[in-house]
């Protein structure tokens, strides 16, 4: 009796040994990841998303010159002989990928610009073009292939940028394929079976444009000027001082002798 009751005392002990072990699973819990890692590779994955996305083989600066010669050396003209550029024509506004964005440009002072989308304010234009790019890409259309830039050598677009290429030794093969360029321009946007007015500014386009497009000097580009509202400055000063000269003279010929006595003289003090 007394064994038994020692077994079974024996036995109840290592069962309540067994109880308040710690159990210990086999099954490792779930790692935890770093939020901070984690937040770094969704960033690092959303920026190269939008890197790619945002990639677009279009200089803005160059396309900005581009319709800057176009708006100043072309278009007066055109408008002057009511002719209607074909939206084929690459030279037309809708052509300029960045037109949207650019009229929504306000330079308010020498030191400040301003975006017409949501009025944010920056010191210089190349901070605006940055905010462009990075805020408002979704307003380009990049669909159609469109882009002024690419016919900046036709064009001559190193003068209005002041760029060093101008300064290089000419490059004959590089002057032939910009005049070939600048011809087929003008074959498309004023072809010769158009009309009076196409074949007269197609005529213009290859004086004003193509001609220069040699290494051997001779024409210059854009020979025959600029808007045309800079060549009726000078006249119109020089129509209005021949009025007053003319004036002058006559007072100065047909004013009665009387008239000069009654005349006070002005005293030498004032």
């Not at 024509?89 to 330079?107: P, V």
């Not at 010769?192 to 444009?209: I, T």
Request: charged fraction near 25%; glycine fraction near 4%; charge should be positive.
């Amino acid at each position: 009796m007394g064994r038994s009751a020692s077994r079974l005392s024996l036995l109840l002990s290592l069962w309540v040994c067994l109880q308040l072990r710690p159990i210990t699973s086999s099954i490792s819990p779930p790692r935890r990841t770093d939020p901070g890692i984690q937040e770094s590779k969704n960033l690092r994955n959303i920026n190269q998303d939008q890197d790619s996305a945002h990639e677009v083989h279009c200089s803005r600066e160059r396309s900005r010159a581009a319709w800057q010669i176009i708006d100043e050396y072309l278009m007066p003209y055109v408008e002057k002989e009511h002719y209607k550029i074909s939206s084929s024509c690459r030279l037309h506004r809708e052509n300029d990928l960045y037109k949207d964005q650019e009229e929504h440009k306000i330079h308010v002072d020498i030191n400040e610009w301003s975006c017409g989308y949501c009025k944010k304010t920056f010191y210089a234009e190349k901070y605006l073009d940055k905010h462009f790019d990075n805020r408002h890409y979704n307003l380009l259309n990049v669909s159609q292939n469109k882009c002024l830039a690419d016919i900046c050598g036709a064009l001559h677009c190193d003068l209005v940028m002041d760029s060093k290429l101008q300064k290089n030794k000419c490059n004959p093969a590089a002057a032939a394929k910009n005049r070939h360029l600048c011809e087929s321009l003008a074959d498309s946007c004023f072809p010769v079976s158009g009309g009076p007015s196409a074949s007269r500014l197609h005529e213009f386009f290859l004086r004003q444009f193509c001609d220069a497009h040699t290494c051997t000097g001779g024409q210059k580009p854009f020979s025959r000027g600029r808007k045309e509202a800079d060549q009726y400055i000078l006249p119109l000063y020089f129509h209005i001082d021949s009025n007053v000269a003319a004036t002058f003279l006559l007072l100065c010929i047909f004013v009665p002798k009387g008239i000069e006595k009654r005349c006070p003289k002005s005293s030498p003090n004032l």
